[in-house]
């Protein structure tokens, strides 16, 4: 591991502990986290993703779980450690991993560890799931990622993940403004086309869904002097087309800021 990779790495650990962030971080944190999480709890999207999320999980009960960059924790991980044969849980945060440690204490078979993904001295493989949300675009080198997620994989491993895209046209352009000003830009890299077809490439996609495409203007929509039903009503229109188009349509996918997918490893040639 070179020394930039260990100082981002350091760098990282800090950041997701002590959630500093400078002005235009968390001008694009309101935006991000604020307005749109709101939305999306209105309208449902936060359910349908958790929903769709366990459909793609299957049946846990012989399946050997690594929740990949999981910090403390979200609904999903419990439920992973809940109902795996074995759950692992990494981070690079002590904190974070020191509080979902003491959640996950009681349940058998579940355990949570400090350790980087890529580091050597991560040993551990033959994993059937590799749960990764909002984790695949913290990596810059997206060959390596995939080499590794490969590597960790038994035959017929799968992934469910969840990652910002960076291919709608306004976000692309918002985000390149306020990016050089970031206080996480060294280890925040949102899906590219490019990205996401190296991932289509190297694993089978047995299914994808992604959201606020047409629904992320629901923002604006609300400054509209209509009823708020009606806000909602096309709110949550706008959010089933994106939901259903963006499952073949790769034009549609790509207007929307936010892509989960479910990826199972290729078989050995």
């Not at 012989?62 to 450690?81: I, P």
């Not at 609300?222 to 034009?251: F, G, T, Y």
Request: charged share 30%.
């Amino acid at each position: 591991m070179n020394r930039d990779y260990k100082n981002i790495n350091q760098r990282q650990r800090e950041f997701y502990n002590t959630k500093k962030k400078n002005v235009a971080t968390r001008i694009w944190s309101y935006f991000r986290n604020g307005a749109l999480n709101r939305i999306k709890k209105r309208i449902g999207v936060e359910h349908d993703i958790y929903e769709l999320h366990k459909a793609w999980f299957g049946d846990l009960s012989n399946k050997k779980v690594l929740d990949l960059g999981c910090f403390e924790g979200n609904s999903l991980s419990f439920y992973l450690a809940q109902n795996s044969k074995e759950y692992l849980g990494i981070d690079l945060s002590p904190k974070g991993i020191n509080n979902l440690s003491q959640r996950i204490l009681k349940i058998p078979g579940a355990r949570a560890e400090v350790i980087d993904f890529l580091s050597e001295d991560f040993k551990e493989k033959d994993f059937d799931l590799i749960y990764a949300y909002g984790v695949l675009h913290h990596f810059k080198d997206v060959d390596e990622l995939i080499s590794k997620l490969n590597e960790k994989l038994c035959n017929g491993g799968e992934i469910v993940s969840h990652d910002p895209l960076q291919t709608s046209l306004p976000i692309k352009l918002i985000r390149s403004i306020y990016r050089p000003f970031q206080s996480d830009k060294d280890w925040e890299w949102p899906f590219s086309k490019k990205t996401y077809y190296k991932f289509e490439e190297a694993f089978e996609i047995r299914g994808r869904r992604a959201v606020l495409g047409k629904a992320k203007w629901s923002v604006f929509a609300n400054l509209l002097p209509v009823s708020e039903e009606k806000k909602i009503n096309k709110a949550k229109l706008w959010h089933r087309e994106d939901w259903e188009m963006s499952a073949h349509s790769d034009k549609h996918m790509f207007t929307c800021m936010h892509l989960s997918l479910h990826m199972v490893k290729k078989p050995v040639k």
